[in-house]
């Protein structure tokens, strides 16, 4: 919702959709503003995982168990039990599930398995960001005044008006910028650890093609799942930018990461906040 400062200021129930790339500062606003103020935080990747594609996960996670013999008779008995047990700060399943595109024999995911849980997780997560209302009146029957909706760094790739619009129509939208020197981090990051990401199908399939050219491979399964990672995150980054920034001109405000960085207090927060509102 597009609100003045005071307006936002002075509000008793403060609704906030968290947007930008993983590891731009959301967790550490949600964090400020839990420790000063009686926050319902909300994660869409959480839901994802826990509501929208566990049994996928599950399924999955039992499908590689069962390639072991001796842990299949255990499993298909009902010798053993397998659960799923997300958390806030573990979404490992959530990744594993995702995968990485490439050679298999690096663990790498077959192309048209990796596009169909790509599909699954778009599917999934336009599921969580339109629960986000319900969500709200939950948190407010539970004594909550304010909410907090850590959304995934994917949600700029839902190109979803009615997403976009629901948000908008619930929560305050405040897109968290990364600075030059916070993209070298999360470049340097995705370097260091490439981890599962998500992709739209038509942006996948153009940077495979560049990548297989480059590279003078034929096959996407001669790839090597960790390197087209390092490769193509850059990519993604610079794809990602304007999808972020055009949500937030539309629909909120936007606030810079190495200023979010500097705030040690929830007021501080705030401050920023108003600014951009300004």
């Known amino acids: 919702m597009k609100l003045s400062a005071s307006e936002f200021k002075n509000s008793n129930h403060k609704c906030l959709t968290l ?3 993983s590891g731009v500062g959301k967790t550490h606003l949600a964090k400020l503003l839990n420790h000063q103020h009686k926050y319902f935080h909300y994660s869409g990747d959480y839901r994802i995982g826990a509501e929208y594609l566990n049994d996928k996960i599950l399924d999955n996670i039992k499908n590689h168990v069962r390639q072991n013999k001796w842990l299949k008779n ?7 039990n397998i659960q799923n047990n997300i958390t806030f700060d573990n979404l490992s399943s959530v990744s594993a599930f995702l995968g ?4 298999p024999e690096l663990d790498g995911t077959p192309i048209d398995t990796f596009i169909h849980r790509q599909t699954m997780h778009l599917n999934a997560e336009t599921k969580a960001m339109l629960d986000v209302p319900q969500f709200i009146q939950k948190a407010k029957a539970q004594g909550f005044n304010h909410f907090i909706n850590d ?3 994917s949600l700029c790739e839902l190109d979803d008006e009615q997403v976009y619009q629901t948000l908008a129509d619930s929560t305050v939208i405040l897109y968290i910028r990364a600075s030059k020197t916070n993209e070298i981090a999360l470049i340097k990051r995705a370097q260091t650890h ?10 996948l399939e153009q940077q495979l093609d560049i990548y297989l050219q480059k590279n003078q491979l034929i096959y996407v399964a001669q790839i090597d799942p960790n390197e087209f990672v390092r490769w193509v995150f850059p990519r993604l980054l610079e794809h990602r930018k304007p999808k972020y920034e055009a949500i937030a001109k539309k629909y909120g405000y936007t606030i810079d990461s190495e200023d979010l960085c500097q705030c040690k207090s929830a007021d501080e927060v705030f401050e920023l906040i108003y600014g951009a509102m300004n």
């Open 151 to 153: 959304a995934g760094g």
């Open 74 to 80: 255990l499993l298909d008995n009902e010798s053993i």
């Open 194 to 203: 490439p981890k599962p990401l998500y992709y739209r199908v038509d942006f």
């Open 100 to 103: 990485k595109v490439g050679n």
């Open 19 to 21: 947007l930008g790339m």
